[in-house]
């Protein structure tokens, strides 16, 4: 799921950090994307510290992110454990058309109703 390197961060809050993977699927690649998707989320599923994820699909089919991705995990530093397993890199970079950006955020604020 995740190309590009990951800065190391330290979160102080404690609080889980959010994962964001914009992807680029070509015309065509749909079904193999969501197929490779859910084996990633297979195996970082099983990892320490991840906590859920979700994948959205644009309601444009000629959006540049068609595909993105949402996922919560315990701290950078699990999320860079898992993606540091040789299964991780097997399962999300085997022979795949597609390029995604990604990035580890903090929560900067939060509003409510009422």
């Given at each position: ?72 995990w315990e701290s950078p530093q699990a999320f860079q454990a ?33």
């Amino acid at each position: 799921m995740a190309s590009n390197k990951i800065r190391k961060e330290t979160i102080m809050n404690g609080e889980p950090v959010v994962l964001i993977n914009a992807f680029e699927v070509p015309d065509g690649q749909d079904e193999a994307f969501l197929q490779a998707w859910e084996r990633t989320r297979a195996f970082l599923s099983t990892q320490e510290g991840y906590l859920s994820t979700r994948l959205h699909r644009s309601l444009s089919p000629s959006a540049e992110f068609r595909f993105v991705n949402v996922a919560r995990w315990e701290s950078p530093q699990a999320f860079q454990a898992a993606i540091s397993q040789p299964e991780f890199r097997t399962s999300a970079n085997t022979g795949r058309p597609w390029c995604d950006r990604t990035g580890l955020y903090a929560m900067a604020s939060q509003r409510t109703p009422g």
